[in-house]
């Protein structure tokens, strides 16, 4: 249980983001692929992403780590050994969904579990593509639920139009396309975030774009790199919320990544009147990364669906305490992906919210929020052991009267680790 006091004054001074976790993923599993030995700074040290680092170890894969900084010893696609035991993947759906599209192309057995959770999280998104690549998997419950078994074995490019707009199909088709026999395009319906086409391009793969289409050819010949992993604007974005709520806030966020794949958050933010200064632009291993400076302000309302969805999928609950403290109805459509993370963040968002006496009522494809329709009490709530509800509801927390309590508030190790240290240093 963790018990959280409204904030007793202004959010103010500066931290620097924690390094984003989808790019930190990816840094431990594609240097993997190339010949030679890579640097990865700033490694994300995370459960989520140690669950990435410890499968890739069971592939033979050495890393050597110091800290954050990681020493990924490649040797090839190819140089992937047939893991001894099961793949634990933890509550991690982007370990399970990449390397199951990696693994599919791999001429040997593996398995891939995770928890309960992870367990519960439906993968014929993945496993249907693939399969029409010519992959062998089974899963659980009418070939849908892990724990997966992969049987590896040589692929062929496919034209797939992918239904959902999702980064990690996207990613686990483009490695399994890599070592294809023959092209492979993915046509998304709205851009998704493209860490992974960013990644596997610096390294050379060959990968072309056209429009929201995406075309790979297989065989390239991938090489080391030094990474340095930016912060994560999904971690960032509950000190962005605070501060654009709590009265008199001024925030500075150090080293952001500000891809605009991912900062839909900003925009949206914006829209509803927050002040942010975005200083201090420049690219680090390809990834735009900025300082920015939030300050308390008047939030309005807001409408949001289509194509910024995908753009701020994983800030929509931190996004509707926002909109808890925003004057007028805000709505939010066609965020149905929200129902199938690490629990059905609409139900759990708005349920938790009313608890607190926020106006919040779910629908099929996202929530209605009535801004300031009341007194925000604190309350007993619960994170459904969901790092992003319970960050979430800590936001929450600081604008309520009296305690809060949060029951399971180490869920918030998946992704931030620091997140309860660096918010009791800055809501003294």
């Known amino acids: 249980m963790r018990i959280i006091s409204k904030a007793k004054g202004p959010l103010r001074g500066e931290i620097t983001a924690e390094a984003d976790k989808s790019i930190s993923h990816r840094a431990v599993i594609?240097?993997?692929?190339?010949?030679?030995?890579?640097?990865?700074?700033?490694?994300?040290l995370a459960a989520d992403t140690m669950s990435s680092y410890s499968c890739m170890k069971q592939?033979?894969?050495?890393?050597i780590r110091d800290g954050s900084l990681l020493r990924v010893q490649g040797k090839g696609i190819e140089g992937l050994?047939?893991?001894?035991?099961?793949?634990?993947?933890?509550?991690?759906?982007t370990t399970m969904r990449l390397l199951t599209g990696l693994l599919s192309a791999r001429p040997f057995f593996s398995v891939l579990s995770g928890d309960a959770s992870l367990n519960n999280r439906p993968m014929k998104r993945i496993i249907n593509p693939l399969s029409s690549m010519g992959a062998k998997i089974s899963a659980r419950r009418q070939g849908n639920f892990p724990p997966l078994a992969v049987n590896g074995r040589n692929l062929h490019?496919?034209?797939?139009?992918?239904?959902?707009?999702?980064?990690?199909?996207?990613s686990a088709l483009l490695?399994?396309?890599?070592?294809?026999?023959?092209?492979?395009?993915?046509?998304?319906?709205?851009?998704?975030?493209d860490h992974t086409e960013r990644m596997l391009e610096a390294m050379g793969a060959r990968i072309k774009?056209?429009?929201?289409?995406i075309i790979v050819s297989p065989d390239a010949n991938l090489t080391p790199q030094e990474f340095i992993v930016p912060g994560d604007i999904s971690s960032a974005a509950f000190f962005m919320v605070a501060a654009a709520l709590v009265p008199g806030s001024e925030l500075i966020i150090k080293g952001v990544g500000i891809n605009p794949t991912r900062s839909g958050i900003i925009d949206v933010l914006i829209q509803m009147g927050c002040n942010i200064k975005?200083?201090?632009?420049?690219?680090?291993?390809?990834?735009?990364v900025a300082d920015l400076i939030i300050s308390g302000s008047e939030l309005k309302a807001v409408e949001i669906s289509g194509d910024i969805i995908p753009r701020l999928i994983d800030e929509l609950p931190v996004i509707a305490v926002a909109m808890a403290g925003a004057s007028g109805t805000s709505v939010v459509h066609d965020a149905q992906e929200l129902r199938v993370k690490e629990t059905d963040r609409i139900k759990a968002i708005t349920s938790e919210l009313k608890k607190m006496g926020i106006s919040a009522e779910a629908t099929e494809d996202g929530f209605i929020i009535e801004g300031r329709s009341g007194t925000i009490k604190g309350a007993q709530v619960n994170s459904h052991g969901d790092h992003r509800i319970a960050m979430s509801l800590a936001v929450a927390a600081l604008l309520a009267e009296g305690e809060t309590s949060i029951s399971n508030p180490q869920a918030v190790d998946i992704s931030f680790p620091g997140f309860w240290q660096e918010m009791v240093r800055l809501s003294r």
Do not use: M, W
């Not at 050994?81 to 759906?93: A, I, K, M, T």
């Open 59 to 63: 592939l033979g894969v050495q890393i």
């Open 278 to 288: 975005i200083e201090n632009k420049q690219i680090i291993s390809g990834e735009p």
């Open 175 to 193: 490695l399994a396309a890599l070592t294809a026999d023959g092209e492979t395009s993915i046509t998304e319906p709205h851009k998704s975030r």
């Open 81 to 93: 050994q047939e893991p001894v035991d099961v793949l634990n993947c933890g509550n991690s759906g």
């Open 157 to 170: 490019g496919i034209d797939y139009a992918l239904p959902v707009a999702s980064a990690q199909v996207k």
């Open 30 to 44: 594609f240097p993997a692929l190339a010949r030679g030995e890579s640097v990865v700074r700033n490694f994300l």
């Open 209 to 213: 774009h056209e429009g929201l289409q």
